[in-house]
């Protein structure tokens, strides 16, 4: 079965500072792995995704994340966090043996606490 | 371009009430999926809707049921509700042509509360 784990609840970080948000995945096949953030009453915003190539991925408002085949993560990171980054943030996987293209499997979320 | 829209916001129902949630998808966009968001959760599939039939289910109900129009707009209904169908209701469009990798958008959401 297909599975996303964010082991965080809640990350707190300087402004400023370096951010990692963390998340494991377990898939059939290869994975297809998604990042999307929630503001406050919103729907989510996609972020970036891995396919394939390159393990960093860059994405939206500075954000780039790992993939790491052998430990099975996909952690969310930006070099310098804004107290407007804020907000709940989401890993989601798809197996690449899917033929539900609309279904995602989500973790339960991490908030991102960034404290001036 | 606008992105996936979704209607109504919030509702208010009772219990063994009906609801109907409506989605418009992304300009260029043929599939749509639903997903429900209870407090604190990640979002869980319920169906995804193309060619104005549904292709896939998650692990909810008959109560929960589903329509897609020739323009690709959808609708969610919810039959006989529960307390416990209270939560925030996502549509999310794609492109069948990208396949698996494709990233999904998505809408607002619409809040329901069931007292």
């Known amino acids: 079965a297909q599975s996303v784990a964010q082991p965080e609840d809640q990350v707190n970080v300087a402004e400023g500072n370096p951010l990692t948000v963390k998340c494991t995945y377990s898939?059939?096949?290869?994975?297809?792995l998604f990042w999307y953030v929630q503001y406050p009453n919103r729907g989510l915003q996609f972020l970036l995704k891995?396919?394939?190539?390159?393990?960093l991925v860059k994405g939206s408002y500075g954000f780039e994340a790992e993939f790491n085949k052998s430990q099975t993560s996909f952690h969310l990171k930006k070099p310098s966090a804004l107290v407007s980054d804020s907000a709940l943030y989401f890993c989601?996987?798809?197996?690449?043996?899917?033929?539900?293209?609309?279904?995602?499997?989500f973790g339960q979320g991490t908030t991102l606490q960034v404290k001036p | 371009d606008a992105g996936v829209t979704q209607s109504p916001t919030h509702l208010i129902k009772t219990r063994g009430q009906q609801v109907t949630l409506r989605c418009s998808p992304k300009?260029?966009?043929?599939?749509v999926s639903w997903y429900q968001q209870a407090l604190g959760q990640g979002p869980q599939f319920i169906f995804q809707y193309y060619e104005e039939e549904e292709r896939q289910r998650g692990n909810f109900p008959d109560r929960f049921s589903g329509h897609q129009f020739p323009n690709y707009s959808s609708e969610l209904n919810v039959n006989a509700l529960l307390l416990g169908d209270s939560a925030l209701y996502l549509c999310a469009s794609s492109r069948r042509g990208q396949g698996a990798y494709g990233e999904l958008f998505f809408g607002e959401g619409s809040r329901l509360t069931v007292l």
């Open positions: 989601a996987v798809r197996g690449d043996g899917s033929s539900n293209t609309g279904k995602l499997i």
């Open positions: 898939v059939s096949g290869n994975p297809y």
């Open positions: 891995y396919i394939t190539g390159d393990n």
């Open positions: 300009s260029g966009h043929d599939t």
